[in-house]
């Protein structure tokens, strides 16, 4: 469906093929090293995990970046400076007050550069898509919460728009947009021109569930990590239809907003 409303790009050499591997190694040995910084506590836990988080957000950026650009472009948009976007972000929410609003700058960055990123899904969406996009969210955001609550002894407790809005700045200009960025605008993309569907859908959606369990974030126990494959998977699946159908990231993104603030409603029960 897409791909009447999108140019036709021919087929790179490979999948994998044009990622800017000595920046993704170097942001590899930045979120590995914030870990070693976190353990040790050798600097204040906000730095590290701003710096863990930045390095692997803007590896992803860097990685939807190199893979959308316009082939021979004369101004491809460097996947450097996406992930720069991304770590500083990060930073800025971590050291500055009100510093939430710096995660607006990769989606800032994203929209000027746009035009010179064709393979990205930075279409405009039709509203209706958009709006069901919310709703999917809000469907599996609601059974979360339902099911957290009387399985895992987990309580619900609305927070403060001061509580709340930085957890949505965050997912808004980084979790999300990162993510369906790399994993639907540009690895979807590549993978359903070779494969049928369901193939393109399960190599993103193993992608995602590999990028959030790893995340230090997620409470790590069985039952939860149970559930966040469950859920996970069904969003995984339901935002690469959504890409399917629009040619866009931003249903599926809309669906991730919606989804993840459900979840940030969860409170561990004493």
């Known amino acids: 469906m897409y791909s009447?409303?999108?140019?036709?790009?021919?087929?790179?050499?490979?999948?994998?093929?044009?990622?800017?591997?000595?920046?993704?190694?170097?942001?590899?040995?930045?979120?590995?090293?914030?870990?070693?910084?976190?353990?040790?506590?050798?600097?204040?836990?906000?730095?590290?995990?701003?710096?863990?988080?930045?390095?692997?957000?803007?590896?992803?950026?860097?990685?939807?970046?190199?893979?959308?650009?316009?082939?021979?472009?004369?101004?491809?948009?460097?996947?450097?400076?996406?992930?720069l976007v991304v770590l500083a972000g990060a930073l800025g929410a971590a050291l500055v007050p009100f510093g939430e609003i710096a995660y607006l700058a990769a989606p800032l960055w994203l929209w000027r550069a746009r035009l010179r990123l064709p393979g990205l899904g930075l279409a405009r969406a039709r509203m209706g898509l958009v709006a069901a996009g919310a709703a999917f969210g809000a469907v599996l955001g609601v059974h979360l919460l339902v099911t957290a609550s009387l399985t895992l002894g987990y309580g619900v407790r609305m927070p403060t728009m001061t509580e709340l809005a930085p957890w949505l700045a965050y997912d808004a200009g980084a979790n999300v947009l990162t993510t369906e960025a790399c994993?639907?605008?540009?690895?979807?993309?590549?993978?359903?021109?070779?494969?049928?569907?369901?193939?393109?859908?399960?190599?993103?959606t193993a992608g995602c569930l590999a990028r959030y369990l790893v995340d230090p974030l997620l409470p790590h126990s069985v039952e939860v990590a149970a559930g966040a494959v469950f859920y996970l998977t069904l969003l995984s699946v339901g935002n690469c239809w959504l890409y399917w159908r629009s040619g866009s990231i931003v249903p599926g993104a809309a669906a991730a907003v919606v989804f993840f603030a459900a979840y940030r409603l969860l409170r561990e029960v004493p």
Not at 58 to 63: E, F, K, M, P, T
Request: proline fraction near 10%.
């Open 4 to 83: 009447i409303a999108r140019p036709c790009a021919p087929l790179p050499r490979a999948l994998l093929s044009d990622a800017p591997l000595p920046l993704l190694v170097t942001l590899g040995v930045l979120t590995a090293g914030a870990g070693i910084l976190a353990a040790t506590e050798i600097v204040p836990i906000a730095l590290a995990r701003a710096l863990g988080a930045g390095g692997a957000q803007g590896a992803l950026l860097a990685s939807a970046v190199a893979w959308a650009a316009a082939p021979n472009g004369e101004s491809r948009p460097a996947p450097a400076m996406a992930a």
């Open 183 to 204: 994993f639907r605008g540009a690895l979807f993309d590549r993978a359903h021109r070779r494969w049928p569907f369901a193939a393109a859908a399960a190599l993103v």
